[in-house]
């Protein structure tokens, strides 16, 4: 990849006369400094953006009461709207805040957004004046580009250190600002001296203190210079960029390089062994957990039939602080009556994680309710309305909001499965590889074109330049490039293989002929399948299916896919590696890369065939035609590799396999971590063709 710099008569052109100057403030963001600002410069489009839901919320409120003669409209956004609320509102503000907004008919409305970093990018808005809180410069500069966007324009970007709002509304606007991370439980002897330290802690949260004080430090010192009136174009923010996190960048770098053994181990450990401790280390800065709220009643009252199914309710997103300063606010109030504010969800063990009824488990402490990451809120303590969105706390009045279903899923193509033949899905899993292409998917509840880029677009440059420094830096970028395709491709050729076994095709022809006869399926011939015909919405389709595999279990096919794709990759992929590296070891543990994908496309916890798994499966019988279906699929995929690639053709060379014992719990030595990491890239991109493929269609 090629940095390419933009010449300097270019960018005037892009600039396009807009002027765009920024100023930080060291007063704090208040409604009343911008209501003072809208009258005083008579403006007419205002955006406010703040670091975090509930400061928004505490600020529309505090803007609402100084409008109280409805001079000027306001619009909340951020992320705790239902889809359907925010789509509106996103649709409204593109009109209201679009170009040449002078020219519709709330021209003389004043208009004021107030959001958060959902409007850092994607919505094309633009406005007079930006006020916004203190963000890293990076973000800072997106939020800027939503102020005097389009030639011609002139706007102003205040930045503000910190957001105050009104007494009243106070508490509202604090809710996510608990540093969950540094406030461990207390004594109730200390409790009162960190309320008091916490209201005097400058925040800046979701950010780090670190990076948002190098960002104050340019903005302060361009604010004191002779050109602080004057346009700040590309050059200048390119420059604040590299002065603000080049620093930051190179901190990331050497503690990641610090922390590196520690990573691999708890990432191995993880990822081969299971151990959920290990996982929660690896994602403990993941901030946000899903919640969902009903009635008890909604659970009391239902029978058998009627149980809640948390795969369709709508959840809401909320940051483990906010939970966690509820929850610590819950213990310090347990006055109201209610002896519970947060409940984990879990699956009934042994059951259909979708069609069982939650089990509640009662959440008892702080460090519970951090591992948890579905998680029930008294309905007590949560509010939802479409003009502030989701509220949650002890001092909120709830009002009986129930988490709804998600939007009726109508897209064919996205949820469900269509007959597919085996030479055809592998076929499209490589164009999906290559090309870009175009489907429907859903955003806000409603469908929307969308385009897929290709997935060697995403993926290949990472193998390539990862296989270049990591695993064989002996060869050229775009060799590296060549052989990461390469795992790809064959990746793709064998994990389907243990569909090509004679009691897996009898099942799912079986299945495919009612579906044909039945449920207007598709009629499968003599074709060999990869997938059958089969909406799970249509409940009497679900119904025929659930009959017939209780008296027809279909195989695994993924694990066996792996143990036939080695005499694939004998023949294939070891003699290309043989003409680059002479180190047996090498060879071995890329041959793997890619068995490994294959057998955990499915399930990233296979471990392979054990001596238990080898007594009682015995063999591998494939079916009639496996030969003819492997051959067309290589001349299918094969022609758009470049022909200077000297792959020999495979196949398989008997239809009954003899089973051995296979191990999928590979690179478990630290030395042998990179070629963990390149089974990841592979699986992924293997992932992500299977997936699309399904769109593809």
Partial sequence: MEVIRVEDADLKIIEANRCRTFRAVHQPLTAQAIWEDIHKQQRHRVIVICNTVSQAQGLYRDL?????????????????????????KENYLKDIFAQNWQDNDYYNVCQVLISTQVIEAGINITCQVLHTQLSPMNSLLQRAG???????????????????????????????????????????????????????????????????????????????????????????????????????????????????????????????????????????????????????????????????????????????????????????????????????????????????????????SRDFLISCYRIFVNPRFIYYDEHIGLKIGVDIRGNAFNSPPKQDRKISSQYCYRMDTYVAHLGSMWTCWRRDFRTSTLKNGESINVIYSAVQDEILPIGGKFIHTKVLPKLQA?????????????????????????????????????????????????????????????????????????????????????????????????????????????????????????????????????????AKLQQIELCSGYEKAITDSWRHMIRFLPNTLPLSAPNLSKNIYKLSELDLEQFSDPNEVEFLQLYSLVVRALRLCDQRAVQLM
Avoid at 64 to 88: G, Y
Avoid at 543 to 548: G, I, P, Q
């Fill in 64 to 88: 609402e009461e100084l409008n109280r003669d409805c001079s000027i409209e306001i619009t909340l956004l951020h992320s705790r709207f239902l889809p359907e609320h925010r789509a509106v």
């Fill in 146 to 364: 939503r102020c005097a966007r389009f030639p011609g324009e002139v706007g102003e970007v205040f930045v503000y250190r910190k957001v105050e709002v009104n007494p009243e509304n106070q508490d509202l606007a604090e809710t996510d600002l608990f540093d969950w991370e540094e406030n461990n439980p207390i004594s109730k002897e200390t409790e009162s001296i960190v309320a008091v330290e916490e209201k005097k802690k400058e925040s800046f949260l979701p950010y780090g203190k670190e990076i948002c004080e190098l960002t104050w430090q340019v903005l302060e010192a361009h604010t004191n210079s002779d050109c602080v009136n004057e346009h700040v174009n590309f050059r200048i923010e390119e420059e604040w960029i590299n002065c603000v996190h080049y620093t930051e960048d190179l901190l990331t770098l050497e503690r990641r390089e610090n922390n590196q053994m520690e990573f691999e181990n708890n990432f191995h450990t993880a990822i081969f062994r299971g151990d959920e401790s290990k996982a929660l280390d690896l994602i403990r800065k993941v901030d946000n957990r899903n919640i969902f709220t009903w009635t008890e009643s909604s659970i009391l009252d239902f029978d058998d039939e009627e149980i809640i199914d948390i795969q369709k309710l709508l959840p809401f997103s909320v940051p483990i602080s906010t939970l966690c300063k509820a929850w610590r606010d819950f213990q310090e109030s347990l006055g109201f009556g209610d002896d519970w504010i947060f409940k984990r969800i879990e699956t009934p063990k042994k059951k259909a994680q979708t069609y069982s009824q939650p089990i509640l488990s009662p959440i008892t």
């Fill in 478 to 614: 775009n060799e590296a490039e060549t052989l990461f395709e390469i795992l790809v491709f064959l990746a793709i050729f064998t994990h389907d293989l243990g569909k090509l076994q004679l009691k897996w095709q009898q099942v799912m022809r079986g299945w495919q002929n009612i579906a044909h006869q039945k449920h207007e399926g598709q009629n499968p011939r003599d074709y060999l399948l990869a997938h059958t015909d089969y909406n799970p919405e249509k409940k009497e389709q679900k119904d025929d299916l659930k009959a017939y595999e209780n008296k027809n279990r279909r195989p695994n096919h993924a694990v066996e896919s792996a143990f036939l794709a080695k005499e694939i990759l004998a023949k294939s992929l070891v003699p290309f590696l043989r003409q680059h590296t002479s180190n047996q070891e090498q060879i071995k543990y890329l041959c793997y890369t890619v068995m490994m994908a294959a057998g955990r496309h499915h399930s990233a916890w296979a471990s392979g065939f054990k001596s238990s798994d080898v």
